[in-house]
T-cell receptor
Framework: GAGVSQSPSNKVTEKGKDVELRCDPI?????LYWYRQSLGQGLEFLIY????????KSGLPSDRFSAERTGGSVSTLTIQRTQQEDSAVYLC??????????FGDGTRLSIL | AQSVTQPDIHITVSEGASLELRCNYS??????LFWYVQSPGQGLQLLLK??????LVQGIKGFEAEFKRSQSSFNLRKPSVHWSDAAEYFC???????????FGTGTRLQVFP
């Protein structure tokens, strides 16, 4: 597609369950980013990929959070043993080197 | 530490009025600066960016912003607001064009007819 695609758009799960969030970047974009948007914390950086490598994962809040990127394209953000404070909108962005980031519409995650 | 401050949480203007949204940043070097807009349930759309050169930058939808190094500011302006401009606006800073972004807390714009 023409833009960054994220799935699912909404996810409701029970506390303690694992969730996977998917991001399809714009074709050809080498850089991929994950951010989290929550009422209390605003927009926070989580992790950055260049190709399949993650040179900056400084924003991951705990070891329950992990992400991978395969084939220099699709990325998956995994949250294990979800907690209520994980409830947020998770945004993915992609870019060409040196160019601004283009964002997807996000996945709204709700932990019951 | 790097930070972005948007002092106005909520701004209300009448349609046709001029608009200025404030953004101040704290950064050790020359920053890369961005303004994004977010409509409800949507992702962030880039309005404009400043990397270098002319300090007055033009963006989409009739927006412009001016980089003032002496004031550490990058305020967003529009001469005449349209009802469709109602949204949340985020200022962001990065070390390079590809670096992670640090966002301000956002300014919610409400437009009255």
């Amino acid at each position: 597609g023409a833009g960054v695609s994220q799935s699912p758009s909404n996810k409701v799960t029970e506390k303690g369950k694992d969730v996977e969030l998917r991001c399809d970047p714009i074709s050809g974009h080498t850089a991929l980013y994950w951010y989290r948007q929550s009422l209390g914390q605003g927009l926070e950086f989580l992790i950055y990929f260049q190709g399949n490598s993650a040179p900056d994962k400084s924003g991951l809040p705990s070891d329950r959070f992990s992400a991978e990127r395969t084939g220099g394209s699709v990325s998956t953000l995994t949250i294990q043993r979800t907690q209520q404070e994980d409830s947020a909108v998770y945004l993915c962005a992609s870019s060409l080197d040196g160019q601004p980031q283009h964002f997807g519409d996000g996945t709204r995650l709700s932990i019951l | 530490a790097q930070s972005v401050t948007q002092p106005d949480i909520h701004i209300t203007v009448s349609e046709g009025a001029s608009l200025e949204l404030r953004c101040n940043y704290s950064y050790g070097a020359t920053p890369y600066l961005f303004w994004y807009v977010q409509s409800p349930g949507q992702g962030l759309q880039l309005l404009l960016k400043y990397f270098s050169g002319d300090t007055l930058v033009q963006g989409i939808k009739g927006f412009e912003a001016e980089f003032k190094r002496s004031q550490s500011s990058f305020n967003l302006r529009k001469p005449s607001v349209h009802w469709s401009d109602a949204a949340e606006y985020f200022c962001a800073v990065g070390a390079t064009g590809t670096d992670k972004l640090i966002f301000g807390t956002g300014t919610r714009l409400q437009v009255f007819p």
